[in-house]
C-alpha cells in the first residue's frame, strides 16, 4: 500500500457541485500539503498543515477548504466547484527535518 | 515572492549523452535546493536536494549550484530512456523547509 493514500484517483463532477478529495498517510508526518497542477504552471500550494490544530493559506486558497481530523488524514473541500478546477490535486506529507516531500498519486478532477 | 523558473523544453538529448538541466531562483538567501522527477500521469518524486555549501553526485545524477548567478543545475549522465520525465525544481519558502515553491518543469525526452 501505498504511504500516502488519495481517494478519489478520478473524478468528475458539474458545476456548483462539493466535492471533497481525501488524503491519508502512514508515514507518521505532521506537515501535509495539498497542491495542484495545471499544465505548464508546476505545482501551486493550495492549504497547508502542520500539525491537527494548524491550518494555513497556501497561493491559490479561494474557492477551496480543508479539513485536518487527524494526523493522519487531510482533506480538501471544493465547496462549489467551478470548470477552472479542473486539474491534478496532489497530497503531500513531509517530516520535520525540511527535506524530502512524499506524494500521493494525485486526484485527476474534472469540472464540467 | 520566491520564484522559481525553469525552461519548459522539451529538451532532447540522444541516449548516452549528458542531459542538462537548469532552474533559477529568485530569492537570493535560499539554503536549499530539491530536485523531482514527475513521469506522466505520476507523482513527484525526489532525486536528490542540495544545501548551499557544495554540489553533490548521486550515481548519473549531479547537482551544482552557482549562487552568484542564483541557478542550480542538474546533470544526467549516460542519459537512458527510461531518463524520460518532467523535472521540477523546488525550494523551500523558508529556511526550516517547509513547503516548498516548484518550477514548471522542464520535459525530458532521452532518445533511444
Known amino acids: 500500500d501505498a504511504d500516502v493514500t488519495q481517494t478519489p484517483r478520478n473524478r468528475i463532477t458539474k458545476t456548483g457541485k462539493r466535492i471533497m478529495l481525501e488524503c491519508s498517510q502512514t508515514?507518521?508526518?505532521?506537515?501535509m500539503y495539498w497542491y495542484r497542477q495545471d499544465p505548464g504552471l508546476g505545482l501551486q500550494l493550495i492549504y497547508y498543515?502542520?500539525?491537527?490544530?494548524?491550518?494555513n493559506k497556501g497561493e491559490i486558497s479561494d474557492g477551496y477548504s480543508v479539513s485536518r481530523q487527524a494526523q493522519a488524514k487531510f482533506s480538501l473541500s471544493l465547496e462549489s466547484a467551478i470548470p477552472n478546477q479542473t486539474a491534478l490535486y496532489f497530497c503531500?506529507?513531509?517530516?520535520?527535518?525540511?527535506?524530502?516531500?512524499?506524494f500521493g498519486q494525485g486526484t485527476r478532477l474534472t469540472v464540467v | 515572492q520566491k520564484e522559481v523558473e525553469q525552461n519548459s523544453g522539451p529538451l532532447s538529448v540522444p541516449e548516452g549523452a549528458i542531459a542538462s538541466l537548469n532552474c533559477t531562483y529568485s530569492?537570493?538567501?535560499?539554503?536549499?535546493f530539491f530536485w523531482y522527477r514527475q513521469y506522466s500521469g505520476k507523482s513527484p518524486e525526489l532525486i536528490m536536494f542540495?544545501?548551499?555549501?557544495g554540489d553533490k553526485e548521486d550515481g548519473r545524477f549531479t547537482a551544482q549550484l552557482n549562487k552568484a548567478s542564483q541557478y542550480v543545475s542538474l546533470l544526467i549522465r549516460d542519459s537512458q530512456p527510461s531518463d524520460s520525465a518532467t523535472y521540477l525544481c523546488?525550494?523551500?519558502?523558508?529556511?526550516?523547509?517547509?513547503?516548498?515553491?516548484f518550477g514548471p518543469g522542464t520535459r525530458l525526452s532521452v532518445l533511444p
Open positions: 503531500a506529507t513531509q517530516d520535520t527535518s525540511g527535506t524530502e516531500a512524499f
Open positions: 508515514k507518521g508526518h505532521d506537515r
Open positions: 498543515s502542520f500539525d491537527v490544530k494548524d491550518i
Open positions: 530569492d537570493r538567501g535560499s539554503q536549499s
Open positions: 542540495i544545501y548551499s555549501n
Open positions: 523546488a525550494v523551500p519558502r523558508d529556511n526550516y523547509g517547509q513547503n516548498f515553491v
